[in-house]
């Protein structure tokens, strides 16, 4: 295919150069072949108005006395006005010479009509019969100088005529010009009607354009050639380019698919791992409630240290799993509609304990009146528990608030009750959309800016617990986690933090048009203390 289009691009190209150099040549063609018809008709003239001029010895030659001064004056004038005449000569009917000395052989002359023949030396004979009312008066004779007398035809040529050659049968009459051109001169012909024949004419027009023409032809091939070779090159860089695309695309699936299996692998090998530790932590706990004999002093921390860590290392075991199966896009989503206020205070409820042990104060502003929404209750409770978690463990003093927030850009002209808070809407991941902000802030020793993003990376952590405290001591892969199910429940999960001051970290939820309220019913949010 490739070829095909390269051949017919240079043929194309081909094809143009033929018809710009048809074109060029054509026009010294042109020329010649008009100098010719000018030329030709230029000849004519001339012989004509010399055989007229000729015709006028009649006069003379008719009067029946002293006819000699008067010829003589009038053959005086004429010689003086033609142009390259070498002589003439007038005889009578009797054949008796009235006038130059020529002597000429009358028998060969036409007496009937005129004739113009070529003579030795570059010249041409115009014979004229004289005759008046049926009579024969006589002929006269007139020898010129070919060039001479064809001086203002030849004169008058276009500087591009090289050669002109005027020829009566086989005899050249005029041959003007150089010969040095040889073929390269465009020539045309054209015929001369003079008394009592037809001569040749041609005219050879130096091909101006030859030049113009070498170099036409020259820079065309250089351009072919160097179309030719770029298109070449370029097609072998594209070659290379789809080559290396290939290489690498299969370099990519052979790493996702890696991927994929390690994936696989760690999803398997964490599943397999659950079991031998459920069964640690279990005994574990029998030993410390006493079910195998009360633990002595000296039994009981190693037995607590044991228990911690086996929490520990299944609550890794358990993230390991599950940052797994998202990799490997073995978490499903089974979405409910679910009414969020009564949800945020079952999760919040299960850790008010921890909360309350820490001594920080706790708030939930979450509108009864928000929309519902539809979503997995399994992996939004576990992004929650997660964040609210964090906070617990990173805040030292103060408190935590969760709070819920409806936002987005109303439809135009809709009644709709979202609120446009412009710093939450300017935080939100897609601004044409609505979405419930659900906010867990907190007091706590916040984050900044610069570990903001890498927080939810895998396993990055910023202010581990003590390596000792293993129940403290956190994995690094909770937010990652939480981002990743959030993403795969249509939102997102943003940070805003001051070190020093806290966090606020935001998981945002998308909201159907459907189930926006239309009727302004939401009561300005008020912090309340959890019901639980
Ligand atoms: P970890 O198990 O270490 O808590 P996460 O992925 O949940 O892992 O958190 C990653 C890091 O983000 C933490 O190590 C901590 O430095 C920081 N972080 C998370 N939540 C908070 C918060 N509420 N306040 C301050 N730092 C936080």
């Known amino acids: 295919m490739f070829s095909i289009v390269l051949g017919v691009a240079l043929l194309l190209m081909v094809g143009a150069l033929v018809t710009a150099d048809r074109?060029?040549?054509?026009?010294?063609?042109?020329?010649?072949?008009?100098?010719?018809?000018?030329?030709?008709?230029?000849?004519?003239?001339i012989v004509a108005q010399q055989t007229e001029a000729i015709n006028l010895f009649r006069g003379p030659l008719a009067l029946p006395s002293d006819r000699s001064p008067q010829l003589e004056r009038m053959a005086k004038s004429y010689i003086e006005s033609a142009p390259g005449l070498r002589d003439l000569t007038i005889v009578d009917s009797a054949g008796r010479v009235l006038y130059g000395a020529t002597p000429t052989s009358l028998a060969s002359i036409n007496r009937r009509g005129a004739t113009m023949t070529p003579g030795p030396d570059g010249a041409v004979i115009l014979t004229v019969p004289l005759s008046s009312e049926a009579r024969s008066l006589g002929i006269a004779i007139a020898r010129f100088d070919a060039r001479r007398l064809f001086a203002t035809a030849l004169d008058t040529a276009p500087d591009t005529r090289a050669r002109l050659v005027l020829t009566s049968g086989r005899d050249s009459v005029v041959d003007v010009g150089s010969r040095a051109h040889g073929t390269s001169l465009a020539w045309r012909s054209g015929m001369v009607r003079v008394p009592g024949a037809t001569w040749s004419l041609s005219v050879g027009h130096a091909q101006r354009s030859q030049i113009l023409r070498i170099t036409l032809w020259t820079l065309g091939l250089v351009a072919m050639l160097?179309?030719?070779?770029?298109?070449?090159?370029?097609?072998?860089?594209?070659?290379?380019?789809?080559?290396?695309?290939?290489?690498?695309?299969?370099?990519?699936?052979?790493?996702?698919?890696?991927?994929?299996?390690?994936?696989?692998?760690?999803?398997?090998?964490?599943?397999?791992?659950?079991?031998?530790?459920?069964?640690?932590?279990?005994?574990?706990?029998?030993?410390?409630?006493?079910?195998?004999?009360?633990?002595?002093?000296?039994?009981?921390?190693?037995?607590?240290?044991?228990a911690a860590s086996?929490?520990?290392?299944?609550?890794?075991?358990?993230?390991?799993?599950?940052?797994?199966?998202?990799?490997?896009?073995?978490?499903?989503?089974?979405?409910?509609?679910?009414?969020?206020?009564?949800?945020?205070?079952?999760?919040?409820?299960?850790?008010?304990?921890?909360?309350?042990?820490?001594?920080?104060?706790?708030?939930?502003?979450?509108?009864?009146?928000?929309?519902?929404?539809r979503t997995d209750p399994t992996h939004l409770r576990q992004i929650l528990v997660n964040l609210i978690g964090n906070a617990i463990?990173?805040?030292?003093?103060?408190?935590?608030?969760?709070?819920?927030?409806?936002?987005?850009?109303?439809?135009?002209?809709?009644?709709?009750?979202?609120?446009?808070?412009?710093?939450?809407?300017?935080?939100?991941?897609?601004?044409?959309?609505?979405?419930?902000?659900?906010?867990v802030i907190d007091t706590g020793i916040g984050i900044s800016p610069s570990d903001q993003e890498r927080i939810f990376d895998e396993f990055e952590q910023v202010n581990a617990g003590?390596?000792?405290?293993?129940?403290?001591?956190?994995?690094?892969?909770?937010?990652?986690?939480?981002?990743?199910?959030?993403r795969l429940l249509g939102g997102e999960i943003s940070v805003e933090s001051q070190p020093g001051k806290g966090?606020?970290?935001?998981?945002?939820?998308?909201?159907?048009?459907?189930?926006?309220?239309?009727?302004?019913?939401?009561?300005?949010?008020?912090p309340q203390r959890a019901a639980v």
């Open 226 to 306: 160097v179309f030719g070779g770029g298109v070449l090159r370029e097609r072998r860089q594209a070659l290379r380019v789809a080559e290396r695309s290939a290489e690498l695309e299969r370099l990519s699936s052979e790493l996702l698919r890696a991927n994929r299996m390690k994936s696989e692998f760690l999803a398997n090998v964490s599943h397999e791992l659950r079991t031998p530790l459920n069964a640690i932590v279990g005994f574990v706990d029998l030993l410390r409630d006493g079910v195998y004999g009360e633990l002595s002093t000296r039994q009981a921390p190693p037995v607590e240290r044991i």
């Open 310 to 373: 086996a929490t520990h290392l299944r609550h890794l075991v358990d993230q390991v799993l599950d940052i797994a199966k998202i990799a490997a896009g073995r978490l499903e989503v089974h979405a409910e509609t679910i009414v969020l206020r009564p949800f945020v205070l079952n999760v919040v409820s299960e850790l008010e304990p921890l909360i309350t042990e820490r001594g920080l104060n706790l708030s939930i502003a979450v509108g009864g009146s928000l929309p519902r929404v």
């Open 23 to 45: 074109a060029l040549s054509s026009a010294s063609g042109e020329a010649a072949a008009v100098d010719a018809l000018e030329s030709s008709q230029l000849f004519e003239q």
């Open 503 to 526: 966090s606020t970290f935001t998981i945002w939820l998308p909201v159907s048009p459907g189930d926006i309220p239309v009727e302004p019913t939401e009561q300005p949010a008020s």
């Open 466 to 486: 003590p390596r000792s405290d293993s129940m403290e001591r956190g994995t690094g892969l909770g937010l990652a986690i939480s981002r990743r199910l959030a």
């Open 393 to 439: 463990k990173y805040t030292p003093a103060g408190g935590i608030a969760v709070r819920g927030r409806l936002t987005g850009l109303p439809a135009p002209g809709s009644r709709s009750t979202v609120q446009e808070d412009p710093a939450l809407l300017n935080r939100s991941p897609d601004r044409r959309k609505t979405w419930i902000a659900l906010q």
